[in-house]
Nanobody
Framework: QVQLVESGGGLVQAGGSLRLSCAAS????????MGWYRQRPGKQRELVAR???????DYADSVKGRFTISRDNAKNTVSLQMNSLKPEDTAVYYC?????????????WGQGTQVTVSS
């Protein structure tokens, strides 16, 4: 069993910054990637940023230049630095871990952390 524990959400004014962190523990075999997704009110869950074990990153167009994802492979943690926040960034943010190898794929999710950006 794998646990993802998120922290760092909260309320911030537009233009402000927040840093989300996620720590993974448990029976992890081979982390292919870790990332952050979000679900805005009335919307489907969407990718925010993702980083592979090799350090390759992928960002949603809406956050490029404002958000930065980083990872500590030794500690199985992933962080998301969010700057210049906008009201439309308001969402529940979920940490994701993609554990895959030959013949298997396991997809794990955190419980979610609320980010609210006031105008």
């Amino acid at each position: 069993q794998v646990q993802l524990v998120e922290s760092g959400g909260g309320l911030v004014q537009a233009g402000g910054s927040l840093r989300l962190s996620c720590a993974a523990s448990g029976s992890i075999f081979n982390i292919n990637a870790m990332g952050w997704y979000r679900q805005r009110p009335g919307k489907q869950r969407e990718l925010v940023a993702r980083i592979t074990s090799g350090g390759s990153t992928d960002y949603a167009d809406s956050v490029k230049g404002r958000f930065t994802i980083s990872r500590d492979n030794a500690k199985n943690t992933v962080s998301l630095q969010m700057n210049s926040l906008k009201p439309e960034d308001t969402a529940v943010y979920y940490c994701n871990l993609d554990d895959r190898g030959l013949g298997y794929v396991f997809d794990y999710w955190g419980q979610g952390t609320q980010v609210t950006v006031s105008s």
